[in-house]
């Protein structure tokens, strides 16, 4: 069981630093630390009340948290304890759906991979994997959501409303999950700061896929190959690189031949 921690930050640190990324999430709905009772009916008068009963954690250079659009003005204590755990919830798909964008990117056309059939932008890879895939996805991710909610949700036929959390659960903890057993043996200041740094990794994730997909909505074209042209011959080459192989039948070919091109010029280009 962990215990609620009052986490501190000292000047100049690494885990400060890694706090100010509080800053990027405009809403801040900070995450949880430690596990906090709900009481029904219980209202905060703005997000400076909730950190202070310890409903949510805010983080230097925030110690008192922010709400720039006043989202927990008036806000009952049952509906912060959800916008943590939402929170959470979307940093931990964004982190993967990041990393999931740069990595499908690099190994696509590769035989193991779908017989080689998938190419281009991320953003179009769905539409190309088999329906069979989607089907055993749909299956995982059913089986996963259902076990979330059985953990985590109050059952909506007894509750006095509906998406309301159990008053006990502590948000971004389903049945301490942890199959690497990473936090076996740790005290709860250590799993404290790792939440920590999970919620402001998941805050920059989300703000970072934000960015890929629209990236690749607006040129056409591989994440890493774009940035790569667009750094060594400016705009100019990138336009060039779009028109050229953004819609191409083998785009991902198409753009890593480009930047070769680009590189092999710029070497040139310093060599003279």
């Known amino acids: 069981t962990l215990t609620r921690t009052t986490l501190t930050f000292p000047p100049k640190t690494h885990t400060n630093i890694m706090a100010c990324?509080?800053?990027?999430?405009?809403?801040?709905?900070?995450?949880?630390?430690?596990?906090?009772k709900i009481q029904p009916g219980k209202k905060?008068?703005?997000?400076?009340?909730?950190?202070?009963?310890?409903?949510?954690?805010?983080c230097a250079p925030f110690p008192e948290g922010?709400?720039?659009?006043?989202?927990?003005?008036?806000?009952?204590a049952?509906?912060?304890?959800r916008y943590a755990d939402v929170e959470i919830t979307h940093g931990r798909i964004a982190?993967?759906?990041?990393?999931?964008?740069?990595?499908?990117?690099q190994v696509e056309g590769s035989s193991f991979l779908f017989d080689a059939n998938v190419t281009g932008p991320a953003i179009n890879h769905f539409q190309q994997v088999p329906g069979t895939f989607w089907g055993l996805l749909g299956a995982f991710v059913f089986t996963v959501e259902a076990n979330r909610v059985q953990t985590a949700w109050q059952n909506p036929f007894d509750a006095d409303k509906l998406f309301l959390m159990k008053a006990?659960?502590?948000?971004?903890?389903?049945?301490?999950?942890d199959p690497l057993g990473?936090?076996?043996g740790k005290d709860a200041e250590w799993l404290n700061d790792m939440k920590l740094k999970e919620i402001n990794n998941g805050r920059v994730a989300m703000v970072a896929i934000s960015g890929m997909i629209a990236q690749e909505l607006v040129n056409g074209l591989n994440l890493i190959p774009a940035d790569e042209v667009l750094e060594m011959g400016k705009e100019g080459a990138l336009f060039a690189m779009e028109k050229q192989c953004a819609g191409a039948p083998d785009e991902a070919a198409c753009a890593k031949a480009f930047e070769a091109?680009?590189?092999a010029a710029v070497f040139a280009a310093d060599k003279i």
């Open 21 to 36: 990324i509080c800053a990027l999430n405009v809403v801040a709905k900070a995450a949880t630390t430690g596990s906090v």
């Open 44 to 58: 905060y008068a703005d997000i400076k009340e909730a950190v202070k009963a310890g409903a949510v954690a805010g």
């Open 66 to 76: 922010v709400d720039a659009f006043g989202f927990f003005n008036g806000i009952e």
């Open 78 to 81: 049952r509906e912060a304890q």
């Open 95 to 105: 982190m993967l759906a990041s990393l999931g964008f740069l990595v499908g990117e």
């Open 168 to 177: 006990d659960h502590t948000p971004g903890d389903y049945n301490n999950f």
């Open 182 to 184: 990473l936090s076996k």
């Open 261 to 263: 091109a680009e590189r």
